[in-house]
Nanobody, 113 residues
């Protein structure tokens, strides 16, 4: 059974840092790109970052460039999103997407003082 499970979300103050993880099971993790999306309150789901199958190519939304870093460990079937200098507008439910098919259930991140 294919599963993607996000973890590491929570409440953080503006300017703080958080790392969210996405662990995959039930399939071979390495062959496809993985993406992080987010959906803020009253907003549409948007792409935050994407990483290639090998990890050699990464892409970011303009709103997070220089603050967020995506990485993956194929041996652990896990992808990470390191989020620094967080802003209130980063508040959202964060989802991982494997390839174009498999979504995690999402994990909330709240940036507030």
């Amino acid at each position: 059974q294919v599963q993607l499970v996000e973890s590491g979300g929570g409440l953080v103050q503006p300017g703080g840092s958080l790392r969210v993880s996405c662990a995959g099971s039930g399939f071979t993790f390495s062959p496809l790109p993985i993406s992080w999306y987010r959906q803020g309150p009253g907003k549409e789901r948007e792409l935050v970052a994407r990483i290639s199958s090998s990890g050699g190519i990464t892409n970011y939304a303009d709103s997070v460039k220089g603050r967020f870093t995506i990485s993956r460990d194929n041996d652990k079937n896990t992808v990470y999103l390191q989020m620094n200098n967080l802003k209130p507008e980063d508040t959202a439910v964060y989802y991982c997407l494997y390839g174009m098919t498999y979504w995690g259930k999402g994990i909330p991140v709240t940036v507030s003082s």
